[in-house]
């Protein structure tokens, strides 16, 4: 049995990700070959790994939580290397145990557009940020510098002139503005249209019209609950 993790486990394994190739003629795990523990945020290169389990053997009492196998070029994102990072955050309640004595340095991810690898003061930590705009709230996450690189469009009731992005303390945020923790950034705007191009365009439920904005191109964001 081969493991991409490990050989064997009876503990808890927490936002893990294999991309070896499969051995031949051997019973291949893409996480663990043998597990008895609980592994929370597991992932497998299904590129390189087509068609096997993500445990070679697995006890047949043991709870698995969100085993799977992504294609290459899933795994190479910084969404995914973002998801793994709000697994790790969250991993206390997914356990329903505390970790974090367990641990004495920073274990979140970060990507350069290879698989995600532990994050450092060079290359730091992927952040989920939330764009709200006052009707939409959309998800983005920040690069390996923690800039938001491609920061979409707000959406407003009515037209007004976007002036930029701000967060909680009414600092503006730019492209280089650097992001250490996740966190909401809000949409300021203004009713003195001083430039007729950044209009924001109301979005009507029958016709949808053009969004006239910051980077001039139109984004659908998902609707604020």
């Known amino acids: 049995n081969v493991g991409g993790i490990c050989g064997y486990s009876t503990a808890f394994i927490i936002t893990s990700l294999s991309y070896t190739e499969k051995s031949n003629g051997l019973t291949t795990g893409g996480i663990v070959a043998i597990n008895k523990g609980k592994i929370a945020g597991g992932f497998f290169d299904a590129t390189k790994q087509p068609g096997i389990q993500p445990i070679a053997k697995d006890s047949a009492n043991t709870i698995n939580w969100e085993m799977q196998g992504l294609p290459t070029k ?35 991810w970060t990507t350069t557009g290879s698989y995600p690898f532990f994050a450092d003061s060079v290359n730091l930590p992927i952040q989920r940020i939330s764009l709200d705009d006052s009707l939409y709230v959309k998800t983005i996450y920040t690069d390996s510098k923690g800039h938001l690189t491609n920061t979409p469009l707000p959406l407003s009731k009515e037209e007004r002139y976007f002036e930029g992005w701000i967060d909680s303390a009414g600092t503006p945020v730019t492209n280089t503005t650097v992001f250490t923790d996740s966190q909401t950034v809000y949409a300021k705007y203004s009713n003195t249209f001083t430039d007729s191009s950044l209009v924001v365009v109301t979005d009507s439920a029958t016709t949808k019209e053009p969004v006239i904005g910051w980077n001039g191109e139109y984004s659908e964001p998902v609707l604020k609950m």
């Open 74 to 108: 899933d795994m190479q994102t910084i969404e995914f290397a973002g998801k793994l990072n709000d697994i790790e955050i969250n991993r206390n309640a997914i356990a329903n145990a505390n970790f974090d004595a367990l641990y004495t340095r920073s274990r979140l």
